[in-house]
Each structure stands twice: as structure tokens, then as C-alpha cells.
């Protein structure tokens, strides 16, 4: 079964994650304007789902991450959604990169 976030619930071997803030200055201390801020590549997984089915076998492959885990994406990975109110992405288990 996957695990929810309010009233959602993922499918397959999508990962919901809350993206990081964005940098509001650089290390040397200029403020950085919002047109110009990159989107952040990392984020906390907020709720995975129960995971892939094995074309050849049947069986469910689990999704790797965990919940809490912080973790790096593609920049461009993921579809941006809005919950509640706040920024969320959507993306598979794969569009992962690494664990922080």
C-alpha cells in the first residue's frame, strides 16, 4: 500500500518531494534577485508509492527512497504541483539522482 499525504495516494514508483529553497544569496553575500534564482535540485521525499511491476515476473519492484530521506533530482525532472497550498513535485523513482 502507499503511504499518503493527506488525502493522496501514489502510484506505481512516483515519489512526492518538497523542493528546497531557493538561494536568497550567494556565498560571497549579493542578494540574488527572483529572476534570476535557479530552481533548487534537491528537495525531502514527502510520500512514495508501492512501486513498479516487473514486466517479465509480476512481482512489485519497491521504490528505493524513503520517506524524510533529502534527496537530488535532473533539473528538469518531475511535474510541479500545488497541494494544500504548497509546491510539490512529482517524479519517478528513477528521476532520483542520489541520496544527501
Known amino acids: 500500500m502507499a503511504k499518503k499525504v493527506a488525502s493522496y495516494e ?8 518538497k523542493p528546497a529553497a531557493a ?4 556565498k560571497g553575500g549579493i542578494i ?8 533548487p535540485q534537491n528537495g525531502t521525499v514527502i510520500a512514495v508509492g508501492s512501486g513498479k ?5 509480476g512481482n512489485i519492484i519497491p521504490v528505493k527512497q524513503k520517506v524524510g ?3 537530488l533530482y535532473g533539473k528538469y525532472a518531475g511535474t510541479e504541483i500545488t497541494l494544500d497550498g504548497e ?3 512529482i517524479m519517478r ?4 539522482l542520489m541520496r544527501v
Not at 538561494?23 to 550567494?26: A, G, I, L, R, V
Not at 511491476?53 to 515476473?57: D, G, K, L
Not at 523513482?93 to 532520483?96: C, L, R, T, W
Open 10 to 17: 501514489l502510484y506505481d514508483d512516483r515519489v512526492l518531494v
Open 23 to 26: 538561494e536568497e544569496k550567494t
Open 32 to 39: 540574488i534577485p527572483d529572476t534570476a534564482k535557479e530552481k
Open 53 to 57: 511491476y516487473a514486466e517479465q515476473t
Open 69 to 71: 530521506e533529502v534527496v
Open 87 to 89: 509546491d510539490f513535485l
Open 93 to 96: 523513482s528513477s528521476d532520483i
